[in-house]
């Protein structure tokens, strides 16, 4: 059963020492942290489980630090970036930058359309490749997955206005590597 209370009460209970607290917490936001591991990671990485884990222990050794004037999620889901960056650094894994692309909402297209979106798909992702990762993160958080710049400033740890030129930047650079 879902816990009615927000995410700022569920967190002052785990401080106050209520262990069952986090559950509702892991609930609620496990599968978007799977996301954001599979963003960096790549999807279909054997890790995005650990490192969704990682994530979580993490975030519960250091609720304390978590201020409630700020948004659970975006806080945990820096976590989780964090360290699949930081497992990326290490040469660990390694992105194949096509799965971040978004899946084509017509399963079968023809050959042609086919050809044509591989194309496009494979400029694209050797595009983005390319970005800075602030740059290539900033786009595939507010294009792909629709975030705000808050919302995205939020969860790498920036505030929106540095979302904003890395949008920028990002979409200049792109156009310019695309043609």
Excluded at 37 to 49: K, M, N, S
Excluded at 85 to 103: I, K, N, T, Y
Excluded at 149 to 162: C, I, P, Q, S, W
Aim: net charge neutral; with cysteine.
């Amino acid at each position: 059963m879902d816990d009615p209370r927000s995410d700022d009460e569920l967190v002052a209970a785990c401080v106050a020492g209520d262990t069952d607290a986090f559950a509702p917490l892991v609930a609620r936001h496990a599968p978007y942290l799977r996301a954001v591991a599979a963003r960096v990671l790549g999807p279909g990485d054997a890790a995005i489980e650990d490192a969704c884990q990682e994530a979580l222990a993490r975030a519960y050794r250091h609720l304390g630090d978590y201020r409630p004037e700020g948004c659970f999620r975006a806080w945990v889901a820096r976590i989780a970036a964090n360290y699949c960056h930081s497992l990326r650094r290490r040469g660990r894994f390694v992105a194949d930058v096509l799965d971040l692309l978004p899946e084509r909402p017509d399963p079968r297209p023809g050959p042609e359309e086919a050809a044509t979106a591989r194309e496009v798909g494979e400029a694209l992702a050797a595009a983005l490749a390319r970005l800075p990762p602030g740059q290539r993160d900033a786009v595939l958080l507010c294009d792909r997955d629709g975030l705000s710049n808050r919302a995205a400033g939020k969860a790498l740890g920036v505030d929106a206005g540095t979302i904003g030129s890395r949008l920028f930047r990002g979409h200049r650079r792109l156009r310019a590597l695309l043609g």
